[in-house]
């Protein structure tokens, strides 16, 4: 089993940054791969936002937040962050972290583990 607590959000102006971090707990949870899916207001689909591999640094993005979002994490510390910068108001949603054994999915039925989320919402 791999628990996962997501923190970080709020609510912020267009143009600011945030900074998501997801801590992650489990025996093997370094194991997995690491995602961050959204879900917009009134929409029942979590969408990918990035992903990270286990122990490289090569990560994908969906094109809505290439340049703009980064993800890193730190085994160390169990931990997978999500900076976000230069932020829109369609980034408001609630954000989630996830685990899955698979590498490079982007659709949200293929994570083994899923954080509560945590909202973020950007004013205009």
């Known amino acids: 089993q791999v628990q996962l607590v997501e923190s970080g959000g709020g609510l912020v102006q267009a143009g600011d940054s945030l900074r998501l971090s997801c801590a992650a707990s489990?025996?093997?949870?370094?194991?997995?791969?690491m995602y961050w899916f959204r879900q917009p207001p009134a929409s029942l689909k979590r969408e990918f936002v990035a992903?990270?591999?286990?122990?490289?640094?090569?990560?994908k993005y969906a094109d809505s937040v290439k340049g703009r979002f980064t993800i890193s994490r730190d085994n160390a510390k169990n931990t997978v962050y999500l900076q976000m910068n230069s932020l829109k108001s369609e980034d408001t949603a609630v954000y989630y972290c996830a685990a899955a054994a698979q590498p490079w999915l982007i659709s949200a039925g293929g994570m083994d583990y899923w954080g509560k989320g945590t909202q973020v919402t950007v004013s205009s």
């Open positions: 992903t990270i591999g286990r122990i490289t640094s090569n990560t």
């Open positions: 489990g025996r093997t949870s370094s194991s997995y791969f």
